[in-house]
């Protein structure tokens, strides 16, 4: 199974010496757990072990893989954002694909019948609007209904240095929203399915059987590399480090360079009347196949060299961005959308924009839940 890497790197950070490996390296922790069982996966085009994908790996080691459970995206990563992902069949393995982002979110009974062990290997960016942990927070709690042991294979968090953003209002739940989190969460994919088990976030209150493989010698402190792309449109560590600010501009009428070979690494709009770069979104299957102001040129501001040499020591979202948009909109009656309170998670940040506060004042109203998220975490964090 072929994967696409990032065309500037291929490796790991090391640190200290020490390779980090994430959970799906160390077959030896988890094998024993799955042999003849019947196991489903819950894995995309980021689940490789090495040059190999986890499903070869297993069927190589003789594990009996039943179904592939495929998120936004696709199994092979290569669907557009928000298309529906079809069922069907593997072409290599022959293997049932069952789809989590198209007719239901959710594994039915009948999705799960004879399955004793679901596995859970994607990586995640540690935004709460990255749909991935919304998948695995279906996919536990069907488990838990069904009485099925759930594993994460857990990796390392690229965006996992620092905590930032409005706390989720649970008013505001939906896809891209699930739990009452900040934007940026500051967890592995494994710390968060302990926080939702632990919180009691499943529906009902249930619980799921829950395994975490710890990745080796990680640290949230650590940059981190990503190997291969996690979704069509972040192609770059650029574009991952600028997701989280940028990611905001779907709930606008600012394009965020969907349909260029900058998206989420710039934005632009047809208002404005300077900027450093010139944007002409284009149709690219696969990738965005309706990108805003699809076919028109107009200019923008190109942040790759922010996301390559700033984004990462800075550490917290960039609002400035969207003043800056928002100021700059000739119709801004029309700049926000209704979703853009879902991706935020709150009704103030539009309101606040709006009212032209600043950004010292945002993001002291953002504080004390913070705080107390931070209480939170504490109780489910793996590492230092």
Not at 106 to 132: A, C, M, N, S, W
């Amino acid at each position: 199974m072929r994967h696409l890497l990032f065309p500037f790197i291929f490796i790991y950070i090391l640190s200290a010496s020490a390779q980090i490996l994430p959970g799906a390296y160390q077959t030896e922790l988890y094998l024993d757990v799955i042999k003849k069982k019947k196991i489903a996966l819950v894995v995309n085009q980021t689940s490789f072990i090495g040059q190999t994908h986890l499903v070869d790996s297993l069927l190589k080691l003789g594990i009996d893989i039943t179904c592939i459970f495929a998120p936004e995206h696709g199994f092979r990563g290569n669907v557009s954002a928000g298309t529906t992902v079809n069922s069907g069949k593997d072409a290599k393995t022959g293997i049932a694909i069952i789809s989590l982002y198209g007719n239901h979110k959710k594994p039915t009974k009948e999705d799960l019948r004879d399955i004793e062990h679901v596995i859970f290997d994607i990586q995640d960016v540690g935004v709460r609007f990255y749909t991935y942990i919304s998948t695995m927070h279906y996919v536990m709690e069907a488990c838990a209904e069904n009485n099925i042991p759930f594993m994460v294979l857990d990796r390392p968090n690229p965006n996992g240095h620092y905590i930032d953003g409005p706390v989720l209002d649970t008013t505001l739940r939906s896809f891209v929203g699930m739990h009452p989190i900040p934007l940026v969460h500051g967890c592995t994919v494994g710390e968060i399915a302990q926080m939702i088990n632990g919180e009691g976030w499943l529906n009902n209150k249930v619980k799921c059987t829950l395994e975490i493989v710890k990745v080796k010698n990680y640290k949230h402190h650590l940059p981190y590399i990503l190997p291969i792309k996690p979704s069509p449109n972040l192609q770059t560590q650029s574009s991952i480090y600028l997701y989280p600010s940028l990611g905001l501009f779907e709930g606008t009428s600012i394009s965020m360079g969907h349909g260029t070979d900058k998206p989420y690494q710039s934005f632009g709009s047809p208002d404005f009347t300077w900027g450093n770069l010139k944007i002409s979104p284009r149709s690219i299957k696969g990738v965005y196949e309706a990108p805003k102001f699809l076919n028109h040129n107009f200019i923008g501001f190109d942040l790759t060299q922010y996301g390559e040499k700033k984004a990462f020591s800075d550490g917290c979202i960039n609002l400035n961005w969207l003043l800056i948009a928002y100021q700059n909109s000739v119709k801004k009656d029309q700049f926000f959308i209704p979703f853009f309170e879902k991706l935020a998670g709150t009704n103030q940040l539009r309101k606040q924009i709006i009212a032209g506060k600043s950004v010292y004042e945002i993001r002291q109203t953002w504080v004390k839940d913070l705080e107390k998220y931070r209480k939170i975490r504490q109780k489910y964090v793996l590492y230092e």
